[in-house]
């Protein structure tokens, strides 16, 4: 019996081969949650398909949303460092844009917060639950003072990193 030869551009299945998932986010639900739900942290409500700020259902389900869920536990999905001389002088006033934008976003998008503001040597880091809103907040502040924006996405974590500088 002679060797079984393989037809041109066929390749065998493996059943051995480890397949990279499509997306991991480990704040993303696998399924969506039993409506209508609410977050006993925030008081959001999981109706429609989608988080709302509207009144808590009668018999809502409670669930930690996704952005509670990343507060808890001290993980970020954006990063905005703000720095430079111009920042120095400006210091309030820019904090304020970065809050008023976040009052903004949040009441159409309610994952979409701030979860912390730091103090750093050059400026501040702030902290966002979602990577749109870190990816709005410098943008905004692009808008507002010009200045140098960067943006740097990592795929693999759904992590974002905002640097915007400005010198005096």
Known sequence: MGARSTPAGFKPIRRDELWQEREHDAYKPARKPVEPAVCPDCGAVYHGGRWQWIARPEGAHEILCAAYHRIRDCFPAGYVDVGGGFFAAHRDEMIALLRHHETKEKSGHPLARIMAIENELDGILVT???????????????????????FHYNDAEKLLRVHWRRGA
Do not use: F, K, S, W
């Not at 410098?138 to 507002?144: D, I, T, V």
């Open 128 to 150: 966002t639950t979602d990577i749109h809103l870190a990816r709005d907040l410098g943008e905004a502040l692009h808008r507002a003072y010009q200045g140098d924006l960067e």
